[in-house]
């Protein structure tokens, strides 16, 4: 197959690219960039006023297959993906059974190979069903095609475990993704500790609670040299830590949402569920800080921590709801809107932290829009008018943080390895 991508603006910071270019593909490479290029034989997309970026990622999603296909499963989650303009999500391990053996990550691999529309890239376990107590089967699970580790949606509590798995990590030069919460103090709460929560007269979880473990987990990964990926980041201080950490030349990288990005604890005042989330919604200053973190270099990666789930389970009471909100349908938006559009960011920058960097920090093949590359490539309409309603989700689930936003921009256009997997805004099935 041959595709001739015309006219985009393509910008890709890893090549030094940022220009009005054609793009040609054949057989699932990249041949030639350059102008007024020709094929004798193809498809010609017209991308003018569009931004061509190499193929996003998505560090941190939840796919729910094995065992929760009624929330998601990697067909819909995969299309979901492709529908946001992502070229390839990273499967946490969370699953029923958890993703902890060889076999496991084969079966992820195969279904994605079967019903996926994206690349699908398995996070393995730490430890055996993420009970924090024994290590998983990391070495088989490498060899079956996982490419990182961790236990997420729970923390590994035990420093002791930590620094086992870390020294058995870096023997392999593998990732370990942190959940950073000690949950000696997160408790049971489900919002941030403030004057929010004492409003709300709901229990409340501080941001101690991550910043203990972040700084648990940096100085760990610096006694063993393991490579250390922090998700989801809430806090001012959490960012902070990791800025020192990067300063001192460390091995750590660090990941935030748009749901914190965009949103803070204010917005909980209606008792949304669908605002829930691990770890909770922190103040206006959190949200400045990370925005801050995000544009000075110190975060590697927006992630979207897609969590979905079933209507009946988010029409709970709050305290009874499970955490997490939809993303990987309204990520690119949010960044669009909220940070390229004021300028806060550049393409380039969304190139950096939506492409490389979530490749970067979990040892992904590179991929750049160069002769040569594999053709993983997202192509944006930073233009177009978005209104988040349910309706317009490929995902099974509804629960977005954003329903009844207006944003501006989104995916047009999704190659994965030379052929559609989203053209004119549609799946290509």
């Not at 499967?91 to 994206?118: H, L, Q, W, Y």
């Not at 949606?153 to 030069?173: C, D, I, N, T």
């Not at 409003?199 to 979880?205: I, M, V």
């Not at 008792?271 to 990370?290: C, E, Q, V």
Request: charged residues 25%.
């Amino acid at each position: 197959m041959a595709l001739l991508l015309k006219g985009g603006r393509v910008v890709d910071p890893a090549v030094g690219l940022d220009a009005v270019c054609d793009v040609l593909i054949r057989d699932g490479v990249i041949v030639e960039i350059g102008t007024d290029l020709k094929m004798a034989k193809g498809e010609t997309v017209d991308c003018t006023e569009k931004i061509v970026l190499p193929g996003l990622v998505d560090a941190h999603t939840h796919l729910r297959e094995p065992g929760f296909e009624y929330k998601e499963d990697i067909a819909s989650g995969t299309r979901a993906a492709a529908h946001g303009g992502f070229t390839a999500v990273c499967a946490m391990a969370n699953t029923d059974p958890v993703c902890d053996t060889g076999s496991k990550v084969r079966f992820i691999v195969e279904r994605a190979t079967e019903s996926g529309v994206v690349r699908v890239h398995p996070i393995g376990a730490v430890t055996k069903g993420q009970k924090g107590e024994g290590l998983a089967e990391i070495g088989d699970m490498l060899a079956e095609g996982a490419v990182a580790f961790s236990d997420d949606g729970h923390p590994v509590s035990s420093a002791g475990m930590m620094r086992v798995a870390m020294e058995y990590l870096k023997g392999f030069g593998a990732t370990l993704i942190s959940h950073a919460e000690e949950d000696s103090l997160s408790c049971d709460g489900v919002v941030n500790e403030g004057v929010i929560s004492t409003r709300l007269g709901l229990p409340s979880w501080p941001d101690a609670a991550e910043e203990v473990m972040v700084a648990r987990d940096i100085r760990l990964a610096e006694l063993t040299g393991c490579r250390l990926h922090l998700a989801h980041l809430s806090t001012a201080g959490s960012v902070a830590l990791v800025r020192e950490a990067k300063a001192r030349g460390l091995a750590v990288t660090c990941e935030v949402t748009p749901h914190h990005l965009f949103l803070d604890e204010d917005a909980l005042l209606g008792y949304d569920t669908n605002l829930k989330m691990n770890p909770p919604l922190r103040t206006a200053g959190d949200r400045a800080a990370l925005i801050e973190a995000v544009c000075d270099g110190t975060v590697d990666c927006i992630a979207t921590d897609h969590a979905p789930h079933a209507p009946h389970e988010k029409e709970l009471e709050f305290e009874l709801a499970p955490f997490g909100t939809t993303g990987l349908e309204t990520a690119l938006s949010l960044v669009n809107t909220h940070l390229v559009a004021t300028e806060k960011l550049t393409w380039a920058d969304v190139a950096r932290l939506m492409a490389h960097g979530p490749r970067a920090a979990l040892g992904l093949p590179a991929v750049t829009l160069a002769a040569g590359s594999v053709a993983d490539i997202t192509i944006v309409d930073p233009e177009a008018r978005v209104e988040v309603t349910r309706e317009r989700f490929y995902s099974k689930a509804r629960n977005s943080a954003f329903l009844g936003n207006k944003l501006l921009g989104k995916a047009s256009d999704v190659v994965v390895g030379g052929y559609f997997a989203l053209r004119n805004g549609k799946v290509v099935e």
